[in-house]
């Protein structure tokens, strides 16, 4: 069992920057390919980045490549979304996931997660 906590979520502005942060307890960190995913009122929950276990390979979704980065701390049991360049389309509740792998691969499908937190509100006005 992994147990997720998404922080950093808030009011930006458009063109400013935002910070999420996501710690995780319960199994080994490493084990896990990780991943962003938000949810706009009344849209289906979608990707937005992911990272496998080592941090050596990302991927984004278009709609954010350029603007933001995820990064992970496996000693600290972190991941962490840095969103520069904000839209307002980018208002959403993110959601950081789990999904436990011994490979080296990582995952963009949000149905191959085992584990979500419960959510941080992202708000950005224009």
């Known amino acids: 069992q992994v147990q997720l906590l998404e922080s950093g979520g808030g009011l930006g502005q458009a063109g400013g920057s935002l910070s999420l942060s996501c710690a995780a307890s319960?199994?080994?960190?490493?084990?896990?390919?990780m991943g962003w995913f938000r949810q706009a009122p009344g849209k289906e929950r979608e990707f937005v980045a992911t990272i496998n276990w080592s941090g050596s390979d990302t991927y984004y979704a278009d709609f954010v490549k350029g603007r933001f980065t995820i990064s992970r701390d496996n000693a600290g049991n972190t991941v962490a979304l840095q969103m520069n360049r904000l839209k307002p389309e980018d208002t959403a509740v993110y959601y950081c996931?789990?999904?436990?792998?011994?490979?080296?691969?990582?995952?963009?499908?949000?149905?191959?997660?085992?584990?979500w937190g419960q959510g941080t509100q992202v708000t950005v006005s224009s």
């Open positions: 996931a789990a999904k436990r792998t011994y490979s080296g691969a990582y995952y963009y499908n949000k149905y191959e997660y085992d584990y």
């Open positions: 319960g199994r080994p960190f490493s084990n896990y390919a």
